[in-house]
């Protein structure tokens, strides 16, 4: 007489199997790219045309071949962060309140920069030029402000920008006066970074 084998029961094995699923895709962290750190203006409808000194505005210069120039000069890429530095930091005048930047260290130049607070640094790139190119050129610009915020941050309070940054991003309580040192920092060297494009 043959014996039946006993039948085993599957049936929650699909439950068991989703339910793990479930717990890997909630428990699981993904990396996730997060572009560029430009955000956009709103745009308004009653905006006063703005008034730039000539000396006040940076020119960076993407051509159809990916060479940069700057105020209609060549320049290899690493040299950009040097004179990005150096424009920014100039301190050569006064805000628009007419106070001075008594925390610049630049070389007060008169042909250069006022205040950081009215440097304007203007991408231009052409349609042809590589993206590559253009991100490099975000990174060296981007590089000199965080040089400049750090050498404040430090001087100030003993610390990094870029530490006061990280330690902002992992608070679990709400620390106002960490965040007003990072809002002044950012207000003593403002980020003011523009772009267009030329036709070609």
Known sequence: MRRELPEINAGSMADIAFLLLIFFLVTTTMDVDQGIFTKLPRKE?????????DKNLLEVIINEHNQ?????????????????????DNGGGTDRDGKPCDWCQGAKDPTSSDHPSKAVI?????????????????DKLYKAYGILRDRYALKTYQVSYKDMVKEEKKMLE????LRDRIKLIQ???PLLITDSQIQN
């Open 68 to 88: 940069l120039l700057v105020e209609e000069k060549e320049i290899k890429i690493n040299e950009l962060t040097k004179i990005a530095l150096a424009f920014v």
């Open 187 to 189: 207000e003593k060297y």
């Open 174 to 177: 709400n620390n106002q006066l």
């Open 122 to 138: 203007n991408i231009q790139a052409v349609r042809s030029a590589n993206y590559e190119t253009y991100i490099s050129v975000l």
């Open 45 to 53: 409808n009653d905006t006063p045309p703005i008034v730039l000194k």
